[in-house]
């Protein structure tokens, strides 16, 4: 059984045709295989998130996760880099620069020499949010939203995305089956908000999956956390695996 | 020189010359000569989060290698039905584990970034057979985590038919970590202590953590005896002691 | 949940980093998730300085109970600091 992943920190261009650092992990197979593009939660392009990149093409996929704070803070600790795109003004990243991001990784993705041409996008937290812009934006084949706040619910006064248009008023353009996996502790998205945007894809009559876990909070996939929930992480990964697995088969 | 890293299942030769499957995880091009870690696998077996553990530690860089200590009774065979085959067998045999550490040692030795040192690591089950390697072979770093029976015997009706080694402490080769945590039963404190005591009376260089609210376990990411914190700080204080005694 | 809601204030003064001492510019105040501390969220202080790049940087990552105590301690000093010592 050959099943060799090779996992290594790469270029890709990005929005508006930036180089931009991005980490890859992909099966040796000539397969062909579905690619995955992966958007890092808040805190940033770090250890657990890469791992979750590699454990996707353990899972037999191409994952490309961009680091989205590269210009800001390039070749910094994840979390110095964090913190250098808050400082600057710079989170939450702009919306047309992270659909920029995810079209420059897919069409690095579509570039492998094994890819099948089917593309999907998962995140978490911002991420979460993140993904279903790109899944709104682009021509994508599958999308999994992973708590992502903010997709629905009037951000509070003086927050950085007041005023911004209400990402599920583009649910009609939802241009891919989407799984949304919640916990049913958090509060952004709660089980108000969650329940907005089921009511939202039902009536565009988009292909969807949702699974809350009960008792599970915001980052609960997130496995150097306080936040991480064991049995709810693992349920969620058999959902995310069979999700592309349904999707981006060739 | 890239931070590229290659993982995938390898045969290698173990215990009797026999060939058995084993995980490997390795920097490509890391720029340097790098040390070898012996993955030795928890009970429930040669399974996913093991091999994350692995490329785990190819992304610190260092090459390392899971021997499957269950491919002789169940090649092929999913990770809990293997490990359901052998723990009703009583467990694999002390001079086995010996031979397939030895057959991962030589595995690692052979490969063309290895620097000549090699560490042994195991969970659970596997920090006891992470011990026996430690006392068994020509090794240069031993961890330890939360092995049972090191001290001790296994209560009536465990099916584990494994004896004590801390009378044999005083035949370590190495220095030796020890991660433990405080709401373990096996080991409990006590029997921590024992062995830390043990390897004091035998003048051994060792280093011992008991962590709070942890109990056996905490590494293991898909359960819910995992404890972020623990495993966190645990792996520093892994890459910390691998640092200091697999460096070239 | 990820707040993303950021206090920036210019500081005048040095931290200690990994590398030494440095002099700060910027302080960032925001109650988010950690990335370090065991706790859901945690008040987070970046103390800055964006001319030297990202790494200098100290960070903190409080309970919010701790915060508001530290904010008490604070404040009690500079109270009872003798005036004119600035």
């Keep these: ?250 | ?248 | 949940m990820c707040t993303y809601l950021t206090e920036k204030v210019a500081i005048s003064g040095s931290a200690k980093g990994a590398s030494g001492w440095f002099r700060v510019t910027e302080g960032s105040v925001y109650f988010d998730h950690p990335v370090h501390a065991p706790y859901g969220h945690t008040l987070n202080i970046d103390f800055l300085a964006p001319d030297q790049g990202p790494s200098a940087r100290v960070a903190v990552e409080l309970s919010a109970e701790s915060a508001r105590a530290l904010m008490k301690a604070i404040e009690a000093v500079l109270d009872s600091a003798p005036p004119g010592l600035e």
């Design chain 2, 1 to 248: 020189m890239s931070d590229a890293i290659i993982a995938e299942t390898v045969m290698i030769a173990g215990h009797g010359g026999d060939t058995i499957e084993a995980y490997s995880a390795r920097p490509v091009d890391p720029g340097r000569q790098v040390g070898g870690v012996v993955v030795i696998h928890h009970m429930p077996g040669y399974d996913e989060g093991t091999k994350e553990i692995a490329r785990t530690f190819a992304t610190r860089g260092y090459n390392a290698v899971v021997p499957n200590l269950y491919y002789r009774e169940a090649p092929g065979a999913s990770p809990d039905d293997a490990a359901a085959v052998v723990r009703a067998a009583g467990g694999v045999p002390d001079d086995r584990l010996v031979g397939d550490v030895a057959g991962g040692m030589t595995y690692l030795k052979g490969l063309p970034t290895a620097n000549g040192k090699t560490g042994v690591i195991g969970y659970c089950s596997g920090g006891r057979q992470s011990f026996l390697a430690g006392i068994s072979l020509p090794l240069d770093a031993a961890v330890d985590c939360y092995g049972a029976f090191v001290v001790g015997t296994p209560p009536e009706g465990m099916p584990l038919k494994v004896g004590p080694l801390v009378d044999r402490a005083a035949d370590l080769n190495c220095p030796l970590l020890g991660l433990f945590g405080a709401d373990d039963k096996y080991p409990s404190p006590e029997q921590v202590a024992e062995l830390e005591a043990a390897l004091k009376a035998a003048g051994k260089t060792y280093e011992f953590h008991i962590y709070e609210g942890a109990g056996h376990a905490f590494f293991s990411v898909n359960r819910p005896a995992y404890r972020p914190e623990a495993a966190v700080d645990g792996w520093e204080k892994i890459f910390a002691f691998y640092g200091r005694y697999l460096a070239g």
């Design chain 1, 1 to 250: 059984m050959y099943d060799a992943v090779l996992s290594e920190t790469i270029t890709i261009t990005g929005h508006e045709g930036d180089a931009i650092e991005a980490y890859s992990a992909r099966p040796l197979t000539p397969g062909p295989v579905g690619g995955v593009v992966v958007l890092h939660h808040l805190p940033g392009y770090d250890r657990q998130t890469k791992e979750f990149t590699r454990s996707l093409a353990v899972g037999g996929f191409n994952a490309v996760m961009p680091n989205l704070y590269a210009r800001e803070a390039p070749g910094a600790d994840p979390d110095d880099a964090m913190a250098a795109a808050r400082a600057q003004g710079a989170i939450p990243i702009a919306d047309d620069r992270i659909v920029g991001e995810v079209a420059g990784a897919m069409d690095y993705l579509k570039g492998l020499s094994n890819a099948n041409g089917k593309i999907g996008v998962i995140g978490h937290c911002s991420g979460g949010r993140q993904s279903f812009l790109a899944a709104v934006s682009l021509p994508l084949d599958a999308a999994v939203d992973c708590y992502g706040g903010f997709v629905v619910g009037e951000p509070p006064a003086g927050h950085p995305l007041q005023g911004w248009e209400p990402v599920v008023n583009r649910t009609p353009d939802l241009s891919c089956p989407l799984l949304g996996l919640f916990g049913s502790e958090d509060v952004q998205p709660g089980p108000a908000h969650v329940a907005e945007l089921e009511a939202a894809l039902k009536e565009a009559g988009k292909t969807y999956r949702f699974r809350t876990y009960e008792g599970a909070n915001h980052g609960f996939m997130q496995v150097d956390s306080a936040r991480y929930q064991p049995q709810s992480a693992v349920e969620a990964w058999a959902e995310i695996l069979g999700w592309f697995g349904r999707y981006l088969a060739a």
